[in-house]
């Protein structure tokens, strides 16, 4: 009789374990945690990244659901066989061959890392600005692989890509193309908070396509040049009050406080008049609000997509009452034509370069020798 109970027990003890584990979600074993060594990272929050002997655990953190993982990916190199113990997770085999990126951002990245022929195709092909990634997909090296939101399925499955680059949302379902058994790597870093935070995603792709070496010496430089272009506009006492971007179809969307964005303007030595607001993404706002908090900004930055550069009299023509905000009459509006600069391609992830064009403009007397890369001040006609 104690024998039989002393079975109960123990099968009742075993079951509460295993409802244990799995209800906290896939577990590494012990054996691994000890094993394996941290990848230090210095201000991305939501990406953790541990090297082992035989692969590398890469977790990515929901940016929509603290506590919670949006994804865990097992990297383990091509040229070894694969381990029989492996956490659970997607299994990747590095360095990537012929992967697919949904964006032009993760695209332009995978260029400047020397990996440019790492990737087979690329979608949303009409947003990609930049010259040398265009004659990729003239040449042929990248094909079309349709819009981001709406993929060649054929073309896809046709390639055989190793990896489909994708950008993650709040909910999303990925579709067809979450059924072609290709790993999704879901590119959060543009969810991070800070410009350094995002920037150092760089050295998870560099880890994806065996481009280490060079994702962490390109991140080492964008981090010097960051942080003394920072330190330059803190020593300065000019302080400008600083309004951003513009109406589009009758709303003003504002970067919030506590995005990207938002802690650029910070680190450029600006009083943004949205720093605030605790959003981490864009905000929509009236013109009425943005009037009223900045109607007496020092200067005005505005993003726009158009086929001509904005001068001051398209801006009143555009919208009247853009003539009564002080850096309008004052002609101290710098603007950025997104469908002809590759802002969004280069920025994310060289966040330095657009902090140096910041930092000229809002403290004229510190980078004499600066030119303008992104921001152009706006003509009369």
């Known amino acids: 009789m104690k024998t039989a109970t002393y079975q109960l027990i123990g099968l009742t003890c075993l079951v509460a374990l295993f409802l244990l584990t799995t209800a906290c979600g896939p577990q590494m074993t012990q054996q691994s945690a000890e094993a394996g060594e941290a990848v230090p990272l210095r201000y991305a929050t939501l990406l953790k990244m541990q090297r082992t002997a035989d692969y590398t655990l890469c977790e990515i953190a929901d940016p929509w659901k603290a506590g919670r993982i949006l994804h865990r990916y097992v990297l383990v190199g091509a040229d070894k066989p694969l381990p029989a113990a492996l956490p659970e997770g997607t299994v990747v085999r590095t360095p990537l061959q012929h992967a697919v990126s949904f964006t032009s951002v993760h695209a332009s990245l995978a260029y400047d890392l020397g990996a440019a022929d790492r990737l087979i195709g690329v979608c949303d092909k009409d947003y990609i600005l930049r010259p040398a990634l265009r004659q990729l997909l003239a040449s042929g090296r990248w094909q079309d692989m349709g819009a981001a939101h ?20 709040e909910n999303v379902q990925y579709g067809p193309i979450s059924h072609l058994g290709i790993p ?13 935070g995002r920037a150092e995603w760089m050295r998870f792709y560099g880890l994806l396509f065996g481009k280490e070496a060079e994702a962490d010496s390109l991140f080492a430089l964008t981090e010097a040049a960051y942080l003394s272009l920072k330190a330059q506009a803190a020593a300065d006492s000019l302080r400008p009050t600083l309004l951003a971007d513009q109406l589009t179809a009758g709303v003003w969307y504002v970067p919030g406080g506590r995005s990207t964005t938002g802690q650029l ?22 013109f009425e609000a943005v009037y009223a908090a900045g109607r007496y900004a020092d200067v005005w930055l505005t993003k726009y997509g158009a086929a001509h550069d904005e001068t001051y009299a398209s801006l009143r023509a555009d919208y009247a009452p853009y003539a009564g905000l002080r850096p309008w009459r004052e002609r101290r ?49």
Do not use: K
Request: hydrophobic share 45%.
């Open 333 to 381: 509006v710098w603007g950025c034509n997104v469908s002809r600069v590759a802002v969004f391609e280069e920025t994310p992830f060289r966040p330095d370069r657009l902090l140096a064009d910041l930092v000229s403009i809002l403290h004229p007397t510190l980078l004499p020798n600066h030119r303008l890369r992104y921001y152009q001040p706006l003509q009369e006609e």
């Open 184 to 196: 999704l790597i879901e590119c959060a870093d543009y969810m991070e908070t800070s410009p350094l």
């Open 150 to 169: 709406l993929p060649s399925v054929e073309r896809l499955a046709a390639a055989q890509p190793d990896a489909l680059l994708v950008s993650p949302f």
């Open 265 to 286: 303007f910070a680190d450029a030595g600006a009083r943004y008049v949205f720093a605030s607001d605790t959003a981490s993404g864009s905000v929509a706002r009236s």
